[in-house]
């Protein structure tokens, strides 16, 4: 079982930067990538960003330029930079880890709301 914890949220101006935190928690983990995800209100959870334990990095087309994902592996910890933030970016934001080959979507944290107003 492992246990996800986001902060880092909350209500900002279009144009403005967030840095969201998730740290992942558990018996005998070891994760090969972790990811941020996001839900807005009446839509799907979509991918944000990923990133593999040697550091390679995806992102959505929709934040491509705007966020940076980075992770302290020691730490288990993932970091969502988030700038130039756009309404559209409202949602609440989770994280999630990929242990083996498998991303652990049966166990998702409390999520942190991220708010942008125009």
């Known amino acids: 079982q492992v246990q996800l914890v986001e902060s880092g949220g909350g209500s900002v101006q279009a144009g403005g930067s967030l840095r969201l935190s998730c740290t992942a928690s558990g018996r005998a983990l070891s994760i090969n990538a972790m990811g941020w995800y996001r839900q807005a209100p009446g839509k799907q959870r979509e991918v944000v960003a990923e990133?593999?334990?040697?550091?390679?990095?995806n992102y959505a087309d929709s934040v491509q330029g705007r966020f940076t994902i980075s992770r302290e592996r020691a730490k288990n910890t993932v970091y969502l930079q988030m700038n130039s933030l756009k309404p559209e970016d409202t949602a609440v934001y989770y994280c999630?880890?990929?242990?083996?080959?498998?991303?652990?979507?049966?166990?998702w944290g409390q999520g942190t709301q991220v708010t942008v107003s125009s």
């Open positions: 999630n880890v990929r242990i083996g080959s498998a991303w652990r979507f049966d166990s």
């Open positions: 990133i593999t334990l040697g550091g390679h990095t």
